[in-house]
């Protein structure tokens, strides 16, 4: 979470299908390919590099991604096993890659995404001992694997952002892009909205941060003095995926880290404890474990400011007052975000909401996306970075409507209340160069990014070991290289 190192873009799918889902429930075998295995031996499929893939992987990569495609009522023109198969021998590359080339990756949440998916797993099973049984293994034998999964996963996909990071569009190339696509297979664009935002933090904001920094004082001194260990205070009180692990993150480069947690970071011994360090993600107190060349290993607990319920009822009662005064007339929702609001990217432009905040954070300063106002319905949420608070309160109005206040959190889940006015909605349309630039700008973005893509993998696949097993070797690749 700290790092810097983030997922460069949303729509990888096209050069690594699904890498999303083998980051969930993808490598969790499920019923019945376990009892498939009490009747059949397990088979390796492929070998890529150093790395083995099981006839079971591909089982249940095949039937997670017919599910989804089932749920997305999408058909593949591929056989589920191909595909599946072809996926995973292309994450096994960029993995063993991502090690030649020492990539380096932040697994410190993996520890909290495992036990998340662990607990959910329980709950599903009805105990451990039924997940166990279902498994046929302990528990910590499964979590380990789901952890050795997990990070192959994450330095798949940080090797796989080095290549393309540096790949940019210019506004003729996308131009071009456009006139290259057949007419008749021109994109639908669905419906976007354009909408507007009035954001306020608690007024009692300064007093929950003092609050939160006494109480990091408080669980300083105890670490100083003795009383506590640093680990079993992150593993109670931090408030990010690092805590199941008692705070403790991998050996990173300082650089890795945003700018003041790594300067604390570099002024520290092994074994001292740094003072408040305050960073977009909230209030921290680090521990450096120890330093090796230029490589950190550290511990960090971090909080941010909570508030009570009257705390957090203030400014939504003052957004309710707000709204009914747009609503009569008394003040437009332009002026009032120009005084009200605490967002300081959308206050100066009537409200509107833009992509500037989410593209600020991944380092895009320029380009005509940072002033992207249309949304489509899968940029809300978690994978797009605008709040589904957001969406659930804008299906509820009719253009020129605008909602009563509702709390949500900003990009660092920091709680606030919101109103928000619903502007336009542009509907579904056949993509033109004249509306949809900033679209066409991702997709002949993706499109050269997966030509340098595909560049690099026939190259490595021509240099790595590859066997794959002859019962494999006539399934349909996209990439022909893969059987030599």
Sequence with gaps: M?????????HLHHVLP??????????????????????????????VGGSSIFHSDVQAYAEELTRQYREMGFTSDREPMDEALEALMQQKLLYNQALLDSVQV?????????????????????????LEAKEHMPIYTYREMLRQRYEEQSYAQAMQSEIVSKVTVVPGEVERYYERIDKDSLPII???????????FPPSLKEAQQRTKERLLDMRERVITGQTKFSVLARMYSVDGSAIHGGEMEP?????????????????????????VETEYGFHIIELIDK???MYHCRHIVL??????????LPAQRLDSIANLIRKDSITFEAAALQHSDDASSKMNGGIVTNHDILARQGVYDGARLTATRFLKEDFGMQGGKSLDDYNALMRLKVGEVSNSFQTTDLMGNQMSKIVKLVEIIPSHVASLDE???????????DKQEKVFDKWLDEKIKSMYIYIDPDYRDCEFKNKNWVK
């Design 252 to 276: 990173m480069p300082a650089t890795y880290f945003v700018q003041p947690f790594a300067e604390a970071l570099e002024k520290l011994k092994p074994g001292q404890v740094s003072e408040i």
């Design 190 to 200: 669905g419906d976007q909205y354009v909408y507007a935002q009035i954001t306020m």
């Design 106 to 130: 932040n697994t410190s949440d993996i520890s909290g995404r495992i036990e998340t998916y662990l607990q959910a797993l329980i709950e599903q099973e009805g105990g451990i001992a039924a």
């Design 436 to 446: 949809d630039y900033i679209r066409l700008e991702e997709m002949a973005l993706m």
């Design 2 to 10: 700290i790092t810097k190192l983030t997922t460069l873009f949303r």
């Design 304 to 313: 941010r400011p909570t508030f009570t319920r009257e705390e957090l009822m």
């Design 18 to 47: 699904m890498i999303a889902i083998l980051a969930g429930v993808l490598h969790v075998t499920p019923l019945a390919a376990q009892q498939r295995r009490q009747v059949m031996l397990d088979k390796v499929a492929a070998v």
């Design 292 to 294: 090796k060349g230029d």
